[in-house]
Structure formats: C-alpha cells, structure tokens
C-alpha cells in the first residue's frame, strides 16, 4: 500500500518526460505506473492536467544564519524556497562567523535542527591557512568554497600558487571545490586608477571586469587540470566568461554555474533598481546577457542556482558614499522556479531543461545523487506540482524572504504552482508554506559525479 498515490499527472525528469502516476512510501518513490493501473493508498490526489518535477536543489544560497539574521534566517529563508519550489538548499559559509571548523560546521548543523522547512546541505570555506580540512571532510559537507577576490585576507586565494596549493591539499580528500572566479589584482588596480572616480555603478562594473572573471575561470581550471581536484565553479555572467569556459573546461573534472539574475538583468537596470540589483559579480553588458543565454540553450552552463543574499530594506535603502560600498546580494529561492519557466515560455529552454540545470544536475555534482533531482523509485518523494491551465505573476507583496522584494516582481508565466511535497508531506498549497517544519540537513553521502554533457 501507498502512503501517497499521484494520478494523472506528467512526470519531468531531465532525460525526458511521460505520463506517469506516482505511488509514494515511507517518504520516497515507490513507484512509476502506467496511466489509470490499479493502486491501494491512504490518499490519492489528481494532478491531471499537471506537470510533476522533482524539488529543485540550489546550490547557492545565503540564508545569513549565524551572525546575520536580521536579513534572513533559517526559519525565513526556507519558508520562502519551500514557495518557490526549492525543496533542498545548499547554504554557503559566508555568515558570522564564516563556516571554517568542524565544530563551527556542528553548531551550524544544530541551529538548523528543527527549524527548518526545506532540507539543507552545508558548505565549509577554505582558509588561507588550509587548517581544519579533514575535520571537516568527516562530516560530510556539500561542497568546499574557495574564494579568489572580494574577500577578507583570511579567506583569501588570489594566486595561481594558492589556488594550485590548496587544490593539492583537497584532492585526494574527494570532495568538491567551489571556486569564485575573480582576480584581486584587477579589483585593486581598477580601485586605485578609479580612486577619485564618482564611486557610481559604472565604476564598480569597471572594477569587476569580465577580464577578471574569465582569468579566474581560466585559473580554477589549470590548477584543476593539475591537481586532479574537482571543481565547481561559481556564477559566470560574461561572455567572454563563457568563451574561456568552452575552450578549456574538458582540461579538467568540472562544472560551472550562473544565476536567473544573470540571465535577465543588464547593467543599465541599475538605473531601475538601483541597491536592489547591487550584487557581485555586478550586471554586464546585453551582450552578456544574450551570450550567456546562448550557452544556456546549447547545454554548456551546467546549473542554475540563485546566489540568494537577501538584506534588510533599510540596508539596501541607507544612504553610501559608493556604489561599491551597498550590501551585495538580492533574494532568489522563491522566484528560481518561475524565472525559469519563463525561459521555458520564451522557447530558450524546455521543462526537462529545467530539471536538468535546477535539480538534477546540481543533486548529482553535490553528492546527493540518488536521493534528490529526479522522480524515480528510491529517490526522495520531493515532488512540485505545476498546473498547466493557471498563470502565475510575481509579486513583491507575496515574497516571504525578510528582503521583502524581488527584482522579478511582475514577471508572468503560464504554470502555477499548486503543491510542493518533501518526501511526500505537502510543504507549500499552492497559497502558503506549512508552518510546521519538516526539513532534514542533508550530507554529501554519493559520490560527486561528474556533469554529462551531450
């Protein structure tokens, strides 16, 4: 007998998709049946006329828990992925303090305990020192980050030997690096030339070149190459990112990342939105944007994720001396689904395309194959429902994030999203999340598998 029984409905997945009713047990896929084949469950639901997806795995967020959780917590963060159709999220270690230690990655753990409504899987930073790595590996992070510029000095790997050095030290740990492409020599040159400039937004694009983000691509990659080390590499958003990427990413065992704002937004929307776009790597020329675009719809961006790094309104909205100097970071987790199903309306990507870069591929790269990114038997029953015959407009007034705005506010789409299941109990109906929280922290407990690309 089923716990759950799911009839009528489309099943997605990223190799394809057919009319398929789900049976769910004990939190998990039981089955995949034909159309309309007797089943005994407690509760059967239609979904006719729906479109079934797994949960969508971020794998960039900033839920700003410890230190910094009058811009987000745990509790708030999740509540408005669990909206927004992302079921597992992959926290990064920039809070307060930075996840650098096993026992700080333990209390991260325990503070999460309880409170959360989606899953979560943790991310562990990489010092400059390189201390505390196979104490951390021991509890089984998500992922490694290493960052390369716009970072404080204790963090910092801003040369080709630091990057080549801790990749040495990493690679025979088995786990995955990310890597935020950037170069500190150009950010320093670029401030110092600018130092009397306006501070405006042209002058902070001017000091975050495309040129730094495609050599700190070029560098991951190298030492990759070198070391053996697996990689992930963070939020390309230039085209001439994307050209360095193409030509040498078969030199190394790694994958790349950009994010729906990246996709949608230039930097001529900074005279729209102003604080509320101000994120870094900062917005690029349309070029950019088509150009990322393009290797969207040719299979060479690998995942999508939201980069969410939500601040309080007044935070965004404080007077600065600087373009530079406003908190950067925007929400993202309760929009990544629609942002995406627009692209789809658009004719840039399909329905499985969305699985493939939002759940699939992102659950396979971060060790969670098996468990998460697919509707099939053994997998977990995380299971969004889209109903094909009602729209969808984003709202500011709706976004749950403690952001409380949404650089997409307004955007349409012909789904909603009228259910969310984590390991089958509904989390979101279609209006609001449930107030009781379900969600697990979740270990990088599969192997870290290597992106398909056909």
């Known amino acids: 007998m089923f716990d759950l029984f799911l009839r009528g409905g489309t099943v997605i997945n990223a190799d394809g998709s057919a009319r398929m009713d789900v049976g769910i047990a004990d939190g998990k896929v039981a089955a995949l049946l034909p159309p309309g084949e007797n089943a005994v469950a407690r509760t059967e639901l239609s979904v006719a006329d729906c479109d079934l997806l797994p949960g969508l795995v971020d794998a ?190 078969d030199m190394a065992d790694a994958s790349i990342e950009t994010t729906p704002q990246c996709l949608f937004f230039a930097k001529e929307d900074y005279d729209k939105f102003g604080a509320n776009l101000k994120a870094s790597p900062p917005a690029r020329d349309k070029d950019d944007v088509a150009a990322l675009r393009k290797a969207l719809r040719s299979g060479a961006i690998d995942i999508v994720a939201t980069d969410h790094a939500p601040h309080g309104a007044a935070e965004k909205a404080a007077h600065y001396s600087a373009f530079a100097d406003i908190p950067g970071g925007m929400p993202g987790v309760q929009t990544l689904l629609m942002a995406m199903l627009h692209l789809v309306d658009q004719g840039d990507i399909r329905l499985q395309d969305v699985v493939r870069l939002c759940s699939a591929n992102t659950a396979a790269r971060f060790g969670l194959a098996g468990r998460k990114g697919a509707i099939r038997p053994g997998c977990d029953a995380d299971i969004l429902v889209l109903d094909r015959r009602q729209g969808t407009t984003i709202r500011n007034a709706d976004q749950l994030s403690k952001a409380g705005y949404t650089p997409f506010d307004g955007l349409q789409v012909p789904w909603q999203l009228s259910r969310v299941l984590l390991r089958g109990h509904e989390i979101f109906d279609g209006h609001k999340p449930t107030q009781t929280p379900t969600g697990m922290v979740v270990k990088a407990a599969a192997s870290f598998e290597r992106i398909s690309r056909t």
């Open 60 to 249: 960039h967020v900033h839920l700003r828990e410890p230190g910094l959780t009058h811009k987000e917590d745990f509790q708030s963060g999740t509540l408005a992925a669990a909206a927004g159709g992302v079921t597992t999220l992959l926290d990064m270690p920039t809070d307060d303090p930075w996840t650098t230690s096993a026992d700080e990655l333990r209390a991260k753990m325990a503070l999460a305990s309880g409170r959360i409504h989606t899953d979560i899987g943790f991310q562990v930073v990489v010092r400059g020192d390189l201390t505390g790595l196979r104490e951390m590996r021991s509890l089984d992070p998500v992922s490694f980050e290493l960052f390369t510029a716009d970072v404080p000095q204790t963090f910092l790997h801003d040369t080709l030997d630091r990057v080549t050095r801790a990749l040495q030290e990493l690679a025979p740990l088995d786990v995955l690096v990310g890597i935020s492409p950037g170069d500190q020599s150009i950010l320093e040159g670029e401030l110092r030339r600018g130092a009397a400039g306006p501070g405006d937004w042209a002058a902070f694009c001017a000091s975050r070149p495309p040129l730094a983000e495609a050599g700190g691509i070029a560098r991951a990659l190298l030492a990759a190459a070198q070391t053996g080390a697996r990689i992930h590499i963070r939020q390309i958003n230039s085209g001439l990112g994307v050209s360095t990427w193409q030509r040498m990413r």
